[in-house]
């Protein structure tokens, strides 16, 4: 995430204890209180993202922990159990699998740890025939099995009928089946040195903002020139860019009042596509075998 005011960027380490970044309420206030109305139950975060940090600058969970990633599963499972067992009536849960996996194997491309295999047929007959899972399907499985621990240890302590188990994800992965080749000579994103623009994601999402006042006319240039620098003219219907008022209603993006860290132009390819740029920096990081930004 970028910060176009303070030129700030937001990654997995940084620390906010203010509200900067995370901006919205968190639920472990919202149990304290809603509006004015003190509701008074107890909240807990078992490495649930921003629970150790005070992250909306409206106080902490009433029990929480730090993100340690060598706390077993089977003790994330029995902790929220021995949570419920005390009172807590919030009690988030984090698992960091398939999620870990999944971001450095892909979802469905790795057979051993140092075997990539990147063809569907090779991963069913190895699974159908060898009983061989893809990394990141074992660890789904892992996970699914701890939860029907979960489950069944809440059926022994007669939790089940008085707890509502609520299970999300952020987002899902797909494979890269394709490229969009780009010409950077046209438009390099990469060379930000003019100060006029400033790029935050490459592909498959492109977050383009502005550094200036950027007039209508100005990002339709901007836009002309980031469409005109695909190879391949044929390649255009792979991906979709829009300025930050036409993005589609059902991002949410470009509601009235829309907050300044949304893009002043977004373009998205299709699943399975990349943007595939000429002479990527080597501090540049654009996935090249699967990812996650996908529009479902």
């Known amino acids: ?56 600058g409206e106080g902490y ?7 340690n990633q060598s706390y077993s599963f089977a003790k994330r499972v029995n902790t929220t159990i021995d949570l419920m067992l005390k009172g807590y009536q919030l009690i988030m849960t984090y698992f960091d699998q398939p999620d870990h996996d999944g971001h450095e194997f892909g979802p469905i491309v790795e057979v051993v740890k140092y075997i990539n295999i990147y ?43 008085t707890t509502d188990l609520i299970i999300v994800a952020d987002h899902g992965m797909a494979s890269i089946e394709g490229v969009i080749d780009m010409n950077s000579t046209i438009f ?21 903002y502005y550094t200036g006042n950027a ?3 100005d990002l339709d240039t901007w836009v002309n020139m980031f469409t005109a620098s695909v190879v391949d003219p044929l390649q255009e219907d792979l991906f979709q860019i829009w300025k930050r008022d036409d993005i589609p209603p ?28 000429t002479d990527i920096p080597p501090s540049v990081s654009v996935c090249k075998s699967f990812s996650v930004f996908f529009d479902k």
């Open 250 to 277: 059902a991002w949410n993006y470009n509601m009235p009042g829309y907050h300044h860290r949304i893009p002043d132009i977004l373009a998205v390819t299709n699943i399975g596509y990349n943007f595939k740029w």
């Open 61 to 67: 969970p009433d029990w929480y922990l730090p993100f």
């Open 119 to 161: 063809v569907y047929i090779v991963h069913f007959f190895l699974y159908h025939l060898f009983g061989l899972l893809t990394k990141t399907a074992q660890e789904t499985q892992a996970v699914d099995w701890y939860i029907g621990d979960l489950l069944r240890q809440m059926d022994e302590h007669d939790l089940t009928s």
């Open 1 to 56: 995430m970028f910060d176009p005011t303070t030129r700030k960027e937001f990654n997995m380490s940084t620390v906010d204890t203010t509200g900067f970044w995370y901006r919205g309420t968190p639920l472990w206030s919202t149990v304290h209180v809603n509006g004015n109305e003190k509701l008074g139950l107890k909240s807990a975060s078992l490495f649930w993202v921003g629970g150790s940090q005070n992250c909306s």
């Open 215 to 217: 007039s209508d006319a």
């Open 188 to 208: 390099n994103p990469f060379d930000m040195s003019s100060g006029d623009f400033y790029v935050s994601s490459y592909s498959p999402l492109f977050a383009f």
